[in-house]
């Protein structure tokens, strides 16, 4: 996993709304198209991102794909993060 990538990814709107449709359960790129105004082939491009970032998989159904959020990447994000949060020993909490 590339941080730039996942944030490049992130950094977008309509790939967050993407991400958040997918929290609720797998789609296909045709529900997904569903919920935006905008060509099938923009939601290629943005599945594409996310997918190059690793924040989605893909899974072949039949003649379905579907779209899952990878959540490992997500967490390792959100400690990387966390990282940046001061402890208490540090001595850096505000009174």
């Known amino acids: ?5 996942s944030f490049k990814a ?20 045709g529900e997904i198209a569903d919920h935006f105004q905008m060509t099938k082939p923009s939601i290629s491009h943005h599945l594409n991102l996310l997918k190059q ?8 159904h039949g003649q379905h794909i579907y779209y899952s959020l990878n959540s490992a990447v997500f967490n390792e994000l959100l400690n990387w993060i ?9 001595g850096n909490e505000k009174a």
């Not at 996993?1 to 990538?5: P, V």
């Not at 990282?83 to 020993?89: G, K, L, M, R, V």
């Open 82 to 90: 966390i990282s940046f949060q001061p402890t208490n020993s540090e």
């Open 10 to 29: 992130l950094s977008d709107s309509n790939r967050r709304k993407i991400l958040e449709l997918l929290r609720e359960r797998d789609l296909t790129a």
């Open 53 to 60: 970032a690793e924040l989605v998989w893909d899974q072949r």
């Open 1 to 5: 996993m590339s941080i730039n990538d």
